[in-house]
């Protein structure tokens, strides 16, 4: 019978040819999918959750795709019960996942309907967008008398720039090159950041949404802003200017220089410090070491006759001894060497010695912690 041409598989080709197949399913499926290595072994999808939040779904496909399931994962931390602490995705319809029963765009489809999520570009593709609505704004006010042409400027100077933060608006100033030296974007000090990141302190002035400086140019001198990063930095330095945002950097100068003060008039008290400890080296020290060194030398002679190890291995040896005295004579009396009366005193008084050493040695063993050999 007649099979489409991969299917069945019954090799590595047709394996492919439905790794492929599936690919390209999903992507028709989400358009909004794309591949973000060559070889189309990850790819990725934005989710827009039911609270507003932005995150991206990731397909990794195992070198055995399609017969190995393949892995979902959410960028993001979400709280849902098909999602582990890493973020991967577990859900009934991936867990029973077999090919080709089984397609990869109905798992992904599953997969946003049990997260409640719907599909957005993903939030590492929507600079890139913004950057293309920009240029297609600038293309449209380079045409003069174009209605709305000033306004398509500004939307694109929006999307292509966005409105700086505390933060940006501050790296942007210092790349213009004039003016006070700033801070770069990231590493402002506490009463430059954002709000509510230094609790008490004064917080820079709010951003405005309106420009008079660009409500003042032409559609000319906005494309030439746009185009030129001078004319940019030139407007950038007007609406700095206008805001008085230099007072900041002047007065976080003044507390820099402050404490780069304070720090110097440290140093002296530094130095007395290590002058101090230089003298308590050259005169306490070596006493005090050679002192040290003694007691230590007379603490290890002490141990190395009297430490628990060394009183063990001792009782040890003497209970050895006294059982081998035993022993000798039980053999010199087999042999006729020694008579009976002086055996039965002697043997007596042998295994006396004997049993006293060995209950010492006994109680030893049960007090003393326990030896740990050399």
Not at 206 to 223: D, G, H, K, Q, Y
Not at 231 to 258: I, P
Not at 273 to 286: C, E, G, H, T
């Amino acid at each position: 019978m007649w099979q489409p041409l991969g299917a069945g598989g019954g090799g590595a080709y047709g394996q492919q040819f439905d790794r492929a197949q599936q690919v390209n399913e999903l992507l028709v499926a989400q358009p909004l999918c794309r591949a973000i290595n060559p070889d189309r072994t990850l790819l990725e999808v934005g989710v827009r959750l039911q609270d507003g939040t932005l995150t991206s779904l990731r397909i990794s496909l195992p070198p055995g795709f399609p017969s190995e399931r393949p892995a979902l994962s959410i960028t993001s931390p979400v709280r849902h019960p098909w999602v582990d602490s890493i973020g991967r995705l577990s859900f009934p319809l991936l867990d029973r996942w077999a090919a080709p029963s089984i397609r990869l765009a109905t798992v992904v489809a599953d997969a946003f309907k049990g997260l409640g999520g719907q599909p957005a570009l993903a939030p590492s593709k929507a600079g890139a967008a913004a950057q293309q609505q920009a240029a297609a704004a600038q293309q449209q006010a380079q045409q003069p008398g174009r209605p709305g042409a000033q306004q398509h400027v500004a939307a694109a100077a929006a999307a292509q720039h966005p409105p700086p933060g505390p933060q940006s608006s501050l790296g942007r100033l210092s790349a213009a090159g004039s003016g006070p030296a700033s801070l770069a974007p990231g590493s402002g000090p506490p009463s430059l950041m954002p709000a509510g990141s230094a609790p008490g302190r004064e917080q820079p002035p709010a951003i405005p949404t309106t420009f008079p400086e660009v409500a003042a140019m032409s559609n000319e001198e906005l494309s030439r802003a746009l185009s030129e990063p001078g004319a940019y930095q030139r407007l950038v330095q007007a609406a700095a200017q206008r805001l008085d945002l230099w007072q900041g950097v002047e007065r976080l100068k003044g507390e820099t220089r402050e404490l780069a003060a304070a720090n110097l008039a440290r140093s002296e008290e530094q130095a007395g410090i290590r002058n101090q400890m230089a003298v308590v080296r050259a005169s306490d020290y070596a006493p005090a070491k050679a002192a040290f060194d003694d007691k230590w030398a007379r603490q290890q002679a002490v141990l190395a006759k009297l430490s628990p190890e060394v009183l063990m291995r001792r009782l040890q040896e003497a209970t050895r001894e006294a059982e081998e005295q035993g022993e000798q004579l039980l053999a010199q009396l087999g042999a006729g060497e020694v008579g009976l009366e002086a055996f039965v005193e002697r043997y007596t008084r042998a295994q006396a010695t004997y049993h006293q050493r060995d209950l010492k040695l006994q109680a030893a063993q049960q007090t003393l912690p326990p030896l740990h050999p050399r």
